[in-house]
T-cell receptor, first 111, second 113 residues
């Protein structure tokens, strides 16, 4: 079993809908949680970064972390076709060792 | 607009040939990472450096892969000899002291025939 699990999708939604993405993890030492967006044939781009449990909002993006359930989420409001990409969760422990990535969820926002 | 650059962007080579990939981290970043991405395995960390010193290369096949930072503006990843199973996209990323903020380059797409 992988340390970080993420549904590969694809997740197809109509434009304007809310996109809901999530990851589960098994290592309770993870303290920092990130979401990256990766367009086709591009490198991952850091979207959101949160520390420990709680919510963080940035424009149309909201990241949630529930450490008790070992579950993190990313919500994209008012989704646009330009949000079509693969979204990868990533996490790391407080000791600052290796960043562990989920496998990514492919999202398609249809006009 | 500071960004990580990687060369070459694409590389096609034959099995047994040497492959060298280069990365220029963002100026001022002191940590450099090398990742490999495949459909089957996703993103895998191969090695990383801090202040040019290798900290962890446990993700690399030691017999054929090597990573170096000749200076603060250049990181290299070398495969010798290359094999078809090395076909993947290789990403370089850079960051400051804490690993949680890593900035990725555009990647080198490698195909070994």
């Amino acid at each position: 079993q992988k340390e970080v699990e993420q549904d590969p999708g694809p997740l197809s939604v109509p434009e304007g809908a809310i996109v809901s993405l999530n990851c589960t993890y098994s290592n309770s030492a993870f303290q920092y949680f990130m979401w990256y967006r990766q367009y086709s044939r591009k490198g991952p781009e850091l979207l959101m970064y949160t520390y420990s449990s709680g919510n963080k909002e940035d424009g149309r993006f909201t990241a949630q972390v529930d450490k008790s359930s070992k579950y993190i989420s990313l919500f994209i409001r008012d989704s646009q076709p330009s949000d079509s990409a693969t979204y990868l969760c990533a996490m790391i422990g407080a000791a600052g060792n290796k960043l562990t990535f989920g496998g990514g969820t492919r999202v398609l926002v249809k006009p | 607009d500071a960004r990580v650059t990687q060369t070459p962007r694409h590389k096609v080579t034959e099995m047994g040939q040497e492959v060298t990939m280069r990365c220029q981290p963002i100026l001022g970043h002191n940590t450099v990472f090398w990742y490999r991405q495949t459909m089957m395995q996703g993103l895998e960390l191969l090695a990383y450096f801090r202040n040019r010193a290798p900290l962890d290369d446990s993700g690399m096949p030691k017999d054929r892969f090597s990573a170096e930072m000749p200076d603060a503006t250049l990181a290299t990843l070398k495969i010798q000899p290359s094999e078809p199973r090395d076909s993947a996209v290789y990403f370089c990323a850079s960051g400051l002291r804490q690993q949680e903020t890593q900035y990725f380059g555009p990647g080198t797409r490698l195909l070994v025939l």
